[in-house]
């Protein structure tokens, strides 16, 4: 009998990546649904697009790449971050007041996200006051079984403190990496060691699991019993973007697969790695 496949969701920012060599498609909630999708997943991206050329383009590689979508076409140009790489290193320059600041309410978009296994979002995509709202509509017809992925993802000064509570509070899920935890300590208030600081933020928002990311060095996995570490591979790295999403859609993937948090932590490991090895977010599984 064939096993049907778990549906997960990315809410937010479809855009394009524009690289000194070229532009490649992205943006970490989309991102995150194509390494789902790659590893078996049904993937879906919710956001907009202009009514450009562009827009059009980055349709044919969602279509290219088998990932679903419920996608507006709004009147504002298609999205664009400007990616400059320093030893493969990425900085961005994100193009302010683009379609995807202006994802509408839809029907189609509220019937798909009650019939998601899991949801993800950050707080870029919630820079603008209409997606702000369309997106915290959506968060509320999330079922209350399902994943809702929480990744901190912090650009430039698109976050504050009420806006990161907020997410917090729509979720189970919660992944940040070692960089943004200083900042998260800075606007909480939060004493104590990682340890301590990710124990208690388990804890105040009843999370089923906290992931945190320290770059080369390891990643760990909290949950409200367990812990799990693993040291970062040592890989021939080509550039690091999107290899935090892929993180996330391989340990979701896996997760609602049933696998458990050492198997799920393994895999999303080492496809990060892999990801680390390649040019963009977007990288060829085969």
């Not at 990616?83 to 189609?108: C, F, K, M, R």
Request: glycine content about 6%; charged content about 20%.
């Amino acid at each position: 009998m064939k096993t049907k496949k778990q549906i997960v969701v990315g809410l937010g920012e479809l855009l394009w990546d524009v690289f000194p060599t070229g532009k490649r498609a992205g943006g970490a909630p989309v991102n995150f649904v194509y390494h789902a999708t790659q590893l078996g997943s049904e993937g879906y991206a919710i956001s907009a697009i202009g009514n450009d050329v562009l827009g059009a383009e980055i349709i044919q590689e969602l279509k290219k790449n088998r990932i679903n979508y419920v996608i507006e076409t709004v009147e504002y140009p298609t999205g664009s971050v400007i990616v400059e790489l320093n030893h493969g290193s990425p900085t961005y320059t994100i193009v302010e007041d683009v379609a995807w600041d202006h994802i509408p309410l839809t029907t189609e978009a509220i019937e798909l996200v009650r019939r998601a296994d899991a949801v993800s979002f950050g707080t870029l995509a919630l820079r603008s006051e209409e997606t702000r709202n369309t997106l915290f509509s959506l968060l509320s017809y999330v079922s209350p079984d399902a994943l809702r992925f929480f990744d901190i993802n912090i650009r430039q000064s698109y976050y504050s403190k009420e806006l990161i509570e907020s997410l917090l509070e729509k979720a189970n899920v919660f992944k940040i990496n070692d960089e943004e935890l200083v900042l998260l300590r800075e606007l909480f208030a939060l004493k104590g060691d990682d340890d301590t600081v990710c124990r208690l933020l388990i804890d105040k928002y009843a999370l089923h699991y906290l992931i945190l990311t320290a770059g080369s060095v390891c990643s760990t996995i909290y949950t409200g019993n367990e812990k799990s570490v693993i040291a970062t591979p040592k890989v021939k790295v080509a550039d690091t973007v999107g290899a935090g999403d892929s993180f996330s859609g391989a340990f979701v993937y896996a997760i609602l697969s049933g696998q458990s948090l050492a198997e799920a932590h393994r895999l999303a490991v080492d496809t990060a790695a892999f990801v680390c090895t390649r040019d963009g977010a977007w990288p060829a599984y085969k």
